[in-house]
């Protein structure tokens, strides 16, 4: 899987909208980008994913630059429940990827009121 | 929406004592996975199934053992506790044609005394 890399931290208010910024500059053509999260105490939670065509979902929006070598998570209107720590990962969609779903450290969300 | 459920969320059991991780999947999944998190670590891949019956190692299989028998519940054993099995136990879910789109419960924080 490709090595991706995150701000450690972010804090946003409650109500505006929240981007994540994704590096991952060794994205290779037939890999995937992946958003999660994790609330504390809780399990991971899939957000969204996307090869190269921006993507959006109930939950939130993925932009991915023409290169794929970045990306951006946007959670449109950010509230108090999406405090939690919010994981970019870069891997393959096929059965070949079977385990090895490392999730990096993340970026810590603080939505403050 | 898809829902996982474990069948415990905090679980203190004796070493040398027998334990069951239940998780049940409503969503007609082919795959179940069985993770553990612990600090610093992230997420590790036990055992994971791709169909009724069926098994596969993942990373860290010693000390566990799993059991499909229907398609929407996997088990996990540890047959004889220890304390370094003291950890956070994920189950996730997903469809075959797209493993990476895991779904997870809420955990079982397992000690063992």
């Known amino acids: 899987d490709a090595k991706t890399t995150q701000p450690t931290s972010m804090d946003c208010a409650e109500g505006r909208a929240a981007n994540l910024p994704c590096n991952h500059s060794t994205i290779s053509g037939n890999e995937y980008v992946y958003w999660y999260r994790q609330i504390h105490s809780q399990g991971p939670q899939y957000i969204i994913h996307?090869?190269?065509n921006n993507e959006t979902n109930e939950m939130a929006s993925l932009i991915i630059t023409e290169d794929r070598k970045s990306s951006t998570l946007i959670l449109p209107h950010a509230t108090l429940r999406d405090t939690a720590v919010y994981y970019c990962?870069?891997?393959?969609?096929?059965?070949?990827?079977?385990?090895?779903?490392?999730f990096g450290a993340g970026t810590q969300v603080v939505v403050t009121p | 929406d898809v829902k996982v459920t474990q069948s415990s969320r905090y679980l203190v059991k004796r070493t040398g004592e027998k334990v069951f991780l239940e998780c049940v999947q409503d969503m007609d999944h082919e795959n179940m996975f069985w993770y553990r998190q612990d600090p610093g670590l992230g997420l590790r891949l036990i055992y994971f199934s791709y169909d009724v019956k069926m098994k596969e190692k993942g990373d860290i299989p010693e000390g566990y053992s799993v059991s499909r028998e229907k398609k929407e519940r996997f088990s996990l054993i540890l047959e004889s506790a220890s304390t370094n099995q003291t950890s956070m136990y994920l189950c996730?879910?997903?469809?075959?044609?797209?493993?990476?789109?895991?779904?997870f419960g809420p955990g079982t924080r397992l000690t063992v005394t």
């Open positions: 996307g090869l190269k």
């Open positions: 990962i870069v891997r393959a969609r096929t059965t070949d990827s079977w385990g090895k779903f490392q």
């Open positions: 996730a879910s997903s469809f075959a044609r797209a493993p990476s789109e895991q779904y």
